[in-house]
């Protein structure tokens, strides 16, 4: 009986703790979010603007208080810079995104404001921000301070910025970065290299990043190294982000794993002499070094420490899931839905675990099991559009188009973009309603007019 009163006083304090988070995490997580576009003296960049809505969204389904900004001049820029460092020193996590131009000079790096003509490299120091002016505005949080950098686009100054003959070289993309004290920065492509815009309505990095950001137990860590790995995918290994600085043992997660359920029965005797505990603190250890592991693109080491976690514990969900996309991402389906199985075992109405499920099952081309379970993970997740999405596709490969045209349509009723209507307008022109087609492809084009999937659809059309 002792030891039941003082399991259920601890479940009682993490229950309180829970429901502190959750009421302070709104004043905890602070957000800046940076699109730069109409640049004065540089062709406009089209994609920055819905990158900027999509991530702001995505960081105030996760409990951010987010302040968005755009087309910042140089004083506005450093303005806004100085407002957000003081909402940073009372906050628990910090984080500014910017998307647009950025710099590389002498080894430093600058973020290029929108009124800057930089017609020479001596311009550079006094018309541009230095990217150390957004490591200082983001160190006053406690605990998590990140800069996310989908700057690395080809710069349009380069090739008409005279040079002073003197030792400031101008470099392609961003130079590697170093921040002290347990900042991270994130670039859409690692040092020395550009990154890409991409054909839908986002950038493939802000694209891969959205769809990870609110996975919930995914850390932080694990969490860049997929989109790494997406970005690789969807670019043909093009463009490769990277992540720079260090950080200490604790994870970090955007959205927390589910606390795991305390089985009293399933202990483990208490050795002669020694005290019993209900479950080995090593497990986290091992979920870190998979991290790593992962992080450092040893995807082997860290399916082993995965291995190894759950020889001690076989219902951490957190590692089951986290296995489970690592062998998705391998192909390996039988292996990833075996994963998925156990963690719905643990969260039978977890909407996250069955759109995981659905995608493996969609891998091994069993469409009415994938549907099955994208049904289940907008039963309990209604608000989350790639619920819909993923159903719809599947409808699609199916050729019922009606069923499809709703899902698409609920998806876009929680989150327009250009992509969601281009592959509306295809499940239009496989149901053979091509006016309808051409209408989604306006659209598509009309929010991201480079949109080049949309426009060789419209295109293929008007040839008809």
Not at 212 to 230: H, Y
Not at 252 to 267: C, D, E, G, K, L
């Amino acid at each position: 009986m002792a030891v039941l009163g003082r399991i259920g006083v601890w479940l009682m304090g993490v229950a309180a703790m829970l429901l502190f988070a959750s009421a302070a995490q709104a004043e905890g997580r602070v957000a800046l979010v940076i699109a730069n576009s109409t640049y004065a003296h540089a062709p406009r960049l089209p994609n920055p603007p819905n990158d900027a809505r999509t991530i702001a969204a995505a960081l105030r389904k996760v409990g951010f208080t987010t302040t968005e900004k755009s087309d910042l001049s140089k004083a506005g820029l450093e303005a806004a810079l100085k407002v957000f460092a003081q909402s940073a020193r009372g906050a628990d996590v910090a984080v500014i995104y910017y998307a647009g131009h950025g710099m590389e000079q002498g080894g430093l790096n600058y973020l290029v404001p929108v009124d800057a003509a930089l017609a020479s490299d001596q311009d550079v120091e006094f018309d541009a921000v230095p990217l150390d002016l957004l490591l200082r505005s983001v160190e006053g949080a406690s605990r998590m301070k990140l800069v996310i950098l989908d700057a690395c686009r080809n710069n349009p100054f380069l090739s008409s910025m005279r040079r002073s003959g003197g030792t400031r070289a101008v470099g392609r993309g961003l130079a590697r970065v170093e921040p002290a004290g347990d900042i991270l920065v994130a670039y859409a492509a690692r040092e020395g290299s550009t990154a890409d815009d991409g054909d839908g309505g986002n950038s493939p990095f802000t694209t891969a990043l959205t769809q990870r950001i609110a996975t919930p137990g995914l850390e932080i860590r694990l969490l860049f190294g997929q989109v790494r790995d997406e970005v690789l995918r969807s670019t043909d290994r093009r463009q490769e982000p990277a992540i720079y600085g260090s950080l200490g043992g604790d994870p970090f997660y955007f959205v927390a794993p589910a606390p795991q359920p305390v089985a009293v029965a399933a202990a483990p005797p208490a050795p002669k002499g020694k005290a019993g505990r209900a479950q080995d603190p090593a497990t986290a250890d091992m979920k870190v070094a998979a991290l790593t592991a992962q992080r450092a693109g040893d995807t082997g080491q860290a399916l082993a420490q995965y291995a190894k976690a759950l020889a001690l514990n076989p219902k951490d969900g957190e590692a089951l899931y986290n296995r489970g996309l690592l062998y998705l991402n391998q192909s390996k389906y039988d292996l990833a839905i075996a994963d998925f199985d156990a963690v719905l075992a643990i969260r039978p109405r977890w909407g996250g675990g069955y759109h995981a499920r659905s995608r493996a099952r969609e891998g091994r081309d069993d469409l009415d099991g994938a549907i099955a379970d994208a049904s289940k993970a907008i039963q309990f997740a209604p608000q989350n559009s790639s619920g819909y999405e993923a159903r719809a596709r599947y409808y699609r490969r199916q050729g019922k188009w009606d069923l499809a045209l709703a899902d698409y349509t609920s998806a876009l009723g929680l989150q327009p973009d250009s992509d969601g209507y281009y592959q509306r307008g295809l499940a239009y022109q496989g149901k053979g309603d091509e006016a309808a087609a051409r209408a989604d492809f306006d659209k598509a084009l009309a929010l991201q007019p480079n949109n080049s999937r949309a426009q060789a659809a419209r295109d293929r059309l008007d040839k008809k």
